[in-house]
């Protein structure tokens, strides 16, 4: 089993910045890949960024040049720096870590962007 445990959302105006970190935890397993989905009101869960344990990255286009994503292999923590924050940034963010054979999300830590 694995435990996810994210830090760092909240409140913050237009154009600032957030950045968001999850930390994996449990018995021994291999992280093949971590990142970030969001989920607003009314609308489906769907992926900010993700991470592999190789480097590789994938970004939504509505957040490319503006967040970044970035793991830390020996302590499992993906970390997702958010600047530049507009309105339609909030949401509930969501962290996702995929194993071999399983995945796992976190409970999910809200972030809201005023105008």
């Known amino acids: 089993q694995v435990q996810l445990v994210e830090s760092g959302g909240g409140l913050v105006q237009a154009g600032g910045s957030l950045r968001l970190s999850c930390a994996a935890s449990?018995?021994?397993?291999?992280?093949?890949?971590m990142g970030w989905f969001r989920q607003a009101p009314g609308k489906q869960r769907e992926l900010v960024a993700m991470?592999?344990?190789?480097?590789?990255?994938d970004f939504a286009d509505s957040v490319k040049g503006r967040f970044t994503i970035s793991i830390d292999n020996a302590k499992n923590t993906v970390y997702l720096q958010m600047n530049s924050l507009k309105p339609e940034d909030t949401a509930v963010y969501y962290c996702?870590?995929?194993?071999?054979?399983?995945?796992?999300w976190g409970q999910g830590t809200q972030v809201t962007v005023s105008s």
């Open positions: 991470i592999t344990s190789g480097g590789r990255i």
């Open positions: 449990g018995s021994a397993f291999s992280v093949r890949a």
């Open positions: 996702n870590c995929v194993l071999l054979m399983a995945a796992y």
